[in-house]
Nanobody, 124 residues
Framework: QVQLVESGGGLVQAGGALRLSCAAS????????MGWFRQAPGKEREFVAT????????YYADSVKGRFTISRDNAKNTVYLNMNSLKPEDTAVYYC?????????????????WGQGTQVTVSS
């Protein structure tokens, strides 16, 4: 069983930055595509970014492209999401996910493991 634990969320003003981390247990982290998703109140969970097993392939939602950067450290079993130029519409609970799937899979159902989520709130 793989457990994912997110951290790094918080309250930030518009234009600010945050860095989310997701630590994974187990030895299979390097075999997973990892992704970040988010869910705002009253909305469906939406794709944010994915990263391939090696870290060489990344894919972003249009809404975050150029502002967010996903990365991973397989030696530390951790995936990161650097978020810059934050906007109020980025406010949501952010989830990391992992699974044996295509490196550019944007569909939540394609991921087997999920963290508990971390709240990001961007004030205007």
């Amino acid at each position: 069983q793989v457990q994912l634990v997110e951290s790094g969320g918080g309250l930030v003003q518009a234009g600010g930055a945050l860095r989310l981390s997701c630590a994974a247990s187990g030895r299979t982290f390097s075999t997973f595509t990892m992704g970040w998703f988010r869910q705002a109140p009253g909305k469906e969970r939406e794709f944010v970014a994915t990263i391939s097993r090696s870290g060489q392939g990344t894919y972003y939602a249009d809404s975050v492209k150029g502002r967010f950067t996903i990365s991973r450290d397989n030696a530390k079993n951790t995936v990161y999401l650097n978020m810059n130029s934050l906007k109020p519409e980025d406010t949501a609970v952010y989830y990391c996910a992992g699974g044996v799937t295509r490196w550019d899979n944007t569909y939540p159902g394609g991921y087997d493991y999920w963290g508990q989520g971390t709240q990001v709130t961007v004030s205007s």
